[in-house]
């Protein structure tokens, strides 16, 4: 998913469940291709990315030649978001 979390270990297992969820809002000036992970978002301006993980999300941009990789720190239950100038 292009996350990295920390998450609970109860009895030796981990507690996936302890990690909620966000949405991002991704914004790119002119514009860019958009990916968490190996998913494939499309191009903005997009609707918030519903339900990433709340931990670090890697997300690529992707304009023309120019690639740009920002780490945004999702928030479980909030509106999160990450605007970009890509020229």
Not at 44 to 53: A, D, E, H, R
Not at 73 to 78: E, G, L, S
Request: aromatic share 6%; proline share 7%; hydrophobic share 35%.
């Amino acid at each position: 998913t292009g996350a990295r979390c920390t998450i609970g270990v109860t009895n030796g297992a981990a507690r996936w469940d302890s990690i909620g969820s966000g949405s991002l809002d991704v914004r790119a000036n002119p514009y860019a291709h958009v990916f968490v992970g190996n998913k494939d978002f499309g191009i903005t301006p997009l609707k918030p990315l519903p339900q990433l993980p709340a931990c670090a999300v890697k997300v690529k941009l992707v304009y023309e030649k120019t690639t740009r990789t920002e780490t945004v720190h999702v928030v479980a239950n909030k509106p999160n978001s990450l605007r970009v100038e890509m020229e």
